[in-house]
């Protein structure tokens, strides 16, 4: 967090560095973030920790955005919890917080933020600000140590990548992206595939969320920054 209190030293897209902050968060057993290698190689998909309840997309920065698949659902339809970015830098921690926040089940007893839900239930954008600012603060070597492999940039510098979550509520597929120009979660459209008997829709099985991810990667302006692109799963762990 920087003395402002307006931006944060962002997450690398590193497996390892959600899996920390989400224990940090009050994450319990069960569940942890995996490397996803291809959405469409059956041979790399085949070594994947199933189910996969959410997916973590990074992408570089675009002009222009890919053209929304749908509208926001409707209002009868039970929409997950979206969270607006408002501080610089912290698009990871939000794609974070967006599956933790929907998947509350997942969180321990004790945790900060199961807490943190409870109490702002009618609004989860209240007071999510000082939220982030009293966790930064709290969790300031983890920030400053365990935000990956490379070195850290300092909080305000300009970074061109940004994360985006995926995640299935109510048999609906959604996309949340606390930067987006809709300001609510966008409704992919429907379940397609049978849950694998979990209870949970695993969403390296649905084509949307495939077809949503290509059209984010055919969006690029430069064939090379198709290497900038990482995937990131939230999956049932068997450890």
């Given at each position: 967090?920087?003395?402002?209190?307006?931006?944060i030293i962002p997450f690398e897209s590193d497996p390892t560095v959600f899996n920390q902050f989400a224990q940090s968060l009050g994450l319990g057993p069960g569940f942890k973030f995996i490397d996803i290698y291809s959405i469409d190689d059956e041979n790399l998909i085949a070594f994947l920790e199933r189910p996969i309840i959410g997916?973590?997309?990074?992408?570089?920065?675009?002009k222009n955005d890919p053209p929304n698949t749908n509208s926001t659902a409707s209002a009868d339809i039970s929409q997950p919890i979206w969270l607006k970015q408002t501080f610089k830098n912290a698009c990871g921690l939000y794609a974070l917080l967006h599956i933790l926040i929907n998947y509350p089940k997942l969180l321990n007893s004790d945790s900060k933020l199961l807490t943190y839900c409870k109490e702002n239930s009618d609004d989860m954008n209240k007071n999510l600000n000082q939220f982030i600012i009293d966790f930064a603060q709290t969790n300031k070597k983890q920030f400053v140590e365990g935000s990956g492999s490379s070195e850290n940039p300092n909080p305000d510098d300009v970074?061109?990548?940004?994360?985006?979550?995926?995640?299935?509520?109510d048999h609906k597929l959604w996309e949340l992206d606390g930067r987006s120009k809709i300001g609510a979660p966008l409704c992919l459209g429907g379940v397609q595939n049978a849950n694998r008997g979990s209870g949970h829709v695993d969403l390296i099985d649905e084509p949307l969320v495939k077809e949503r991810i290509l059209q984010y990667v055919n969006n690029v302006e430069n064939e090379k920054d198709k290497l900038n692109f990482s995937l990131m799963g939230f999956a049932q762990s068997f450890d």
């Open positions: 967090m920087n003395q402002e209190n307006t931006a997916i973590v997309l990074l992408f570089p920065i675009q970074i061109d990548l940004h994360f985006i979550t995926f995640i299935a509520k």
